[in-house]
Nanobody
């Protein structure tokens, strides 16, 4: 059974940092693109960051570029999202996703999803 379990969300003050983790099981982790999406209340789920199967290629939404860093650790079957300089606009439920994708930003390309973890940034 494929599982993606996010952790690390919480409440943080503007300007602060959080690191999200996504523990994967049930598939060959090293052969899948991993990504983070987020969804704020009343908004569509949007792409945040992705990392290719080799770990050498990363992709970021313009809104987070320079502030967020995605990485993966193959031995632990885990993907991370380091979030710095957080602002209230980053408040959302963050979802981990996995898939053998054609377009890393396209939500429907991902086959597997976690349940999400809440990130709240106070002003």
């Amino acid at each position: 059974q494929v599982q993606l379990v996010e952790s690390g969300g919480g409440l943080v003050q503007a300007g602060g940092s959080l690191r999200l983790s996504c523990a994967a099981s049930g598939f060959i982790f090293s052969r899948y693109t991993m990504a983070w999406f987020r969804q704020a209340p009343g908004k569509e789920r949007e792409f945040v960051a992705a990392i290719g199967w080799s770990g050498g290629s990363t992709y970021y939404a313009d809104s987070v570029k320079g502030r967020f860093t995605i990485s993966r650790e193959r031995v632990k079957n885990t993907v991370y999202l380091q979030m710095n300089s957080l602002n209230p606009e980053d408040t959302a439920v963050y979802f981990c996703a996995a898939g053998r994708v054609e377009d890393v930003t396209r939500l429907r390309d991902y086959n597997y999803w976690g349940q999400g973890t809440q990130v709240t940034v106070s002003s």
